[in-house]
């Protein structure tokens, strides 16, 4: 009788038990999400945060005022960033698009595909260190378009190699069934390809558009630190141990990515 009610009593406490370690888990979750965002914020906000103090000795928006400031380089540089990142996700993404679709339909598309995967073979920086001397030879080193051209040689294959799945039997029935009805390919392509093809067009470009916004070790190597990108700046910070001006870039550099949370959310996985 005794052990029954055991098992009953340990039955009816399991719920709870779940309940209580679901919230921790939440909590622990949120903690390790949300803290460094709170951290960059309140350095952003500070100017001066010695320790032991648990709190900044000041606090506003003085470093914030000063992007009109003397460190208006800084919203310079944030539109570079996103000129730059915006050119490599259209240029890797439409590129990926039509070459996948040539490698899905030829005869040797898979081995073909083997020569997307070589620049990842490797790390990038080596990679592009190997290249650096043609940027150098064709005089593209220290330019914004040398870094473009840089940042499509990793932005390009990933594209690729995503869109090479994509592409099937189905896409190229499609195709034929419009051919069939009278179709041209420019219409095929813009009235019926793309967009069916819009969900992937856009992950495409939010993935290859992160990775350019992120990238440094070949913007730092084949820019040698003309082309300013956010990422540049952070590590310039860093570098001269200004930590709340380094906040302050890395805020701005997370903001993009942030926009494009929530447009994935709202208008890709709706759909």
Avoid at 188 to 201: A, E, G, H, Y
Wanted: net charge positive; aromatic share 14%.
């Amino acid at each position: 009788m005794a052990t029954s009610q055991t098992t009953t009593s340990t039955l009816k406490n399991r719920p709870t038990n779940r309940k209580v370690l679901r919230a921790l888990l939440l909590v622990c979750f949120g903690v390790v999400i949300v803290f460094p965002f709170l951290l960059l914020m309140g350095l952003s906000l500070s100017r001066q945060w010695i320790y032991p103090a648990i709190l900044p000795n000041e606090i506003g928006l003085m470093n914030w005022s000063q992007l009109w400031g003397y460190q208006k380089n800084l919203l310079s540089s944030m539109g570079l960033s996103l000129l730059l990142s915006l050119s490599v996700a259209f240029l890797a993404t439409w590129g990926g698009f039509f070459t996948g679709r040539m490698l899905a339909y030829h005869p040797r598309g898979r081995s073909l595909l083997k020569l997307a995967y070589l620049p990842y073979v490797i790390s990038p920086v080596i990679y592009a260190a190997c290249l650096k001397v043609y940027f150098i030879y064709f005089g593209l080193d220290a330019r914004f378009t040398g870094v473009l051209l840089a940042q499509l040689i990793i932005t390009y294959p990933f594209s690729v190699i995503l869109f090479s799945e994509y592409w099937s039997s189905r896409t190229l029935a499609m195709e034929q069934l419009v051919a069939t009805l009278g179709g041209t390919p420019r219409q095929t392509f813009t009235k019926v390809m793309i967009p069916i093809s819009r969900n992937i067009l856009l992950v495409s470009f939010f993935q290859t558009f992160l990775i350019s916004w992120f990238e440094y070790g070949l913007t730092n190597l084949i820019g040698l630190g003309k082309v300013p990108t956010l990422t540049i700046m952070v590590f310039g910070y860093l570098k001269e141990a200004n930590i709340y001006f380094a906040a302050l870039a890395s805020c701005l550099l997370v903001l993009p990515p942030l926009v494009l949370l929530w447009l994935n959310k709202r208008y890709v996985i709706r759909t």
